[in-house]
Every structure is written in structure tokens, then in C-alpha cells.
């Protein structure tokens, strides 16, 4: 893989154990870890260069914008995508 061609170091999150322990058996390069990506660990701030999300802003984002549709939230800086930018702000 690309990434041991450029020495990096990557850790990926997700907040099943299930999913982390599969995926750590198909890719044991990389440094997996059980976390939520809205509540990422606290000595996580500053840690990494780079973030890369797979599709979970986008997800959420969906969801805010029905949840302000349907009338069960307002459009509000403490909706997940927010939360999910502030953390991804916090980590680089």
C-alpha cells in the first residue's frame, strides 16, 4: 500500500468493535481504534495531518437537514455535522 511506501502512520475509527476487530484482520497496518467521531479521544487534539472521512459527514448532514425539515430540530451549530467538523478541526 501507498502508505507504507510513504512511512505514514494511520489510524482509523469507528465505533463498533465488530467492525474494528474485521477490519483490523484485513488490514493489521493500520493502528484501528474503537472511537466515536463526534467525541474523538482527548489525546487525539493535535495528533494527525490529515482527516479523511468516508462518507459519515455527508450521512449526518442528510440528517440534520430532514431532522430541521420534519420539524424535530432546528438548523443549529449542535447538530452532528457541526460536532463532526469541530472534531476534525480539533484533531489536526
Not at 7 to 20: L, Y
Not at 65 to 77: D, I, L, S, Y
Amino acid at each position: 500500500p501507498a502508505s507504507k511506501k510513504k512511512h505514514w502512520k494511520v489510524t482509523a475509527c469507528d465505533v463498533s468493535q465488530t467492525a474494528v476487530d474485521w477490519m483490523n484482520h484485513q488490514h493489521p497496518e493500520v493502528d484501528w481504534q474503537v472511537a466515536d467521531a463526534t467525541t474523538m479521544k482527548p489525546e487525539w487534539t493535535g495528533h494527525f495531518d490529515l482527516v479523511i472521512d468516508k462518507g459519515l459527514i455527508g450521512f449526518r448532514a442528510v440528517d440534520d437537514v430532514m431532522n430541521v425539515a420534519v420539524g424535530k430540530a432546528e438548523a443549529t451549530q449542535s447538530a452532528w455535522s457541526y460536532k463532526l467538523l469541530d472534531e476534525y478541526r480539533r484533531v489536526l
